[in-house]
């Protein structure tokens, strides 16, 4: 969808022979949101184009963010529609990466999905639309299935369906610890995966894949092979008669598709399988589970085959097993590279288009924060706040730390927080104010930077009167001082109304008062 972050795919299969009569999808479904911690990650629904063959395509009416006319995941779906059209009649591979449910949750209030879940008002509206997104991609599945029925192409298309992650515990409540939507619990049985997206448990790894393959896998059969997404690449060379990549560690699982005696030979297994995640580690071999969740934490061991939630750390009577594990992980490690771009240009004009703007933002920032004439002691702190979204470390308390390059941003997850969003400073003492400082995040975005502010003054951190200054904000990268009258005061109130792009969030880089 942008350059650097998702892109879609469909092409001929030239390497496959023709004698094969094969065609082939390949789904990825990106079925967890926040790609990263850093709030730009964000997949946005309407921006200005899409990368195509890295060319831009114009959407018409979108101005990034969550607001436009042209929903970016309709395009890239109808674009694989239309080539299923354009290639029935010769052997294909189509790779079709289905963007929903990502955060932002957005979907159309007119796709049929939205009317399924629209008035379940017990759940916040992000819990709806999220549960509409995956009502959304069902319908597009079912509608890709139908039309390879309509082709007659149903019975030679192997058909591949997955995640890329497990999920996240969005949307929690008291009576819903996991979320709404209970991810990586089985709801029959209530036994739960640990963790989730983000981290090397069961929960952030632990995937299904549905495959189809008319004549050749029998309908609702379920296998608990374990296999990972390098296998792919073999496992489809081998289908298609084509030549594999040596260098490779994933492996076939033909056999275990169509059965050992069919395949001529019986299913190989891996030895061992190995993640890093950032300073996180992690080891399977057979039925033993090891997990290293940062880089000076000690080694946990689990035994899946009695342990599936990773409840039980039994890396102390395990010291044969744990020798081993920490011997692959050490074979296992590669040092990473740390590589450059030649040319960012195109890439941050990506990250600002997204968001609504122009013109590639700045790496960094040419502004500091600065300190001269502003209210300033050791008991200065933040009392009181709407909410922040602690997930990604976006705290309130950031606005008065002294450091541009964090954050307070207001919640989005589970449920995005709508205006007005405040905050409550204690000065420490009573002071003569006499205006604010405000500096908006200083990285490649621009959501939640303030535009409607005011501004109120009192002795009591509970009760408020009137705003002392009303002020509509610049959309600047650059400090701005707000004055008023001189007024005393030991506590400060920013409430923000609005923000530059019409969103419905709030983030501060820095803020502060004049007083001196």
Request: aromatic fraction near 12%.
């Amino acid at each position: 969808m942008y350059r650097f972050y998702t892109r879609y795919f469909c092409g001929e299969a030239n390497d496959i022979k023709n004698s094969v009569l094969f065609n082939f999808f390949l789904f990825v479904l990106i079925f967890s949101p926040a790609c990263s911690s850093r709030a730009e990650a964000i997949l946005q629904y309407y921006p200005p184009y899409i990368i195509r063959n890295s060319e831009e395509v114009p959407l018409k009416g979108n101005v990034g963010g969550s607001t436009g006319t042209n929903y970016s995941h309709y395009v890239i779906f109808n674009e694989g529609i239309k080539f299923i059209h354009e290639n029935k009649d010769q052997p294909f591979f189509c790779y079709l990466p289905i963007t929903p449910p990502h955060g932002i949750f957005d979907i159309p209030d007119s796709d049929p999905a939205w009317a399924i879940y629209k008035d379940k008002e017990e759940w916040p509206e992000q819990a709806r639309r999220y549960a509409a997104m995956v009502g959304m991609v069902d319908r597009q599945v079912g509608q890709v299935l139908d039309l390879l029925k309509e082709l007659k192409l149903d019975d030679n298309t192997i058909v591949f369906f997955c995640g890329d992650n497990g999920g996240n515990n969005y949307f929690k409540t008291p009576d819903h610890p996991r979320g709404i939507h209970s991810a990586n619990k089985n709801p029959e049985t209530g036994v739960e995966f640990r963790g989730g997206k983000g981290n090397l448990y069961e929960g952030g790894l632990r995937i299904p894949m549905a495959i189809r393959w008319p004549g050749k896998i029998k309908p609702g059969r379920v296998s608990d092979h374990l296999w990972y997404f390098p296998d792919v690449m073999p496992t489809l060379a081998e289908i298609t008669g084509a030549k594999a990549e040596e260098d490779t560690d994933g492996i076939s699982i033909v056999p275990e598709l169509i059965g050992a005696k069919a395949a001529g030979r019986k299913q190989e297994k891996h030895k061992y399988l190995y993640w890093e995640l950032g300073q996180h580690t992690a080891v399977r071999m057979g039925d033993w589970k090891a997990v290293r969740p940062g880089g000076k934490s000690d080694w946990q061991l689990f035994n899946l085959k009695k342990d599936i939630s990773e409840a039980h750390d039994v890396a102390a009577d395990n010291p044969k097993v744990m020798n081993q594990i920490k011997a692959i992980a050490e074979e296992a490690h590669e040092p990473s590279v740390e590589g450059t771009f030649a040319d960012t240009t195109n890439h941050e004009k990506d990250r600002a288009a997204k968001y609504g703007g122009t013109r590639p933002p700045k790496r960094g920032s040419k502004f500091k924060w600065h300190a001269k004439g502003l209210i300033i002691n050791k008991d200065l702190k933040v009392v009181r706040f709407s909410s922040e979204n602690a997930s990604n470390q976006k705290f309130a308390a950031n606005v008065i730390d002294g450091n541009p390059g964090t954050i307070w941003h207001t919640q989005f997850v589970p449920a995005i927080k709508k205006h007005p969003h405040e905050l409550v400073i204690d000065l420490g003492k009573g002071s003569i104010i006499r205006g604010f400082r405000y500096m908006s995040r200083q990285d490649n975005g621009w959501n939640g930077a303030l535009k409607d502010v005011e501004f109120s003054v009192s002795d009591d951190p509970e009760k408020f009167g009137e705003p002392v200054l009303k002020a509509t904000l610049r959309k600047t990268r650059s400090v701005q001082d707000i004055k008023c009258e001189p007024i005393k005061g030991r506590y400060v109130r920013l409430r923000a109304l609005s923000e530059v792009n019409n969103g419905p969030w709030a983030s501060v880089a820095e803020f502060g008062v004049l007083g001196k």
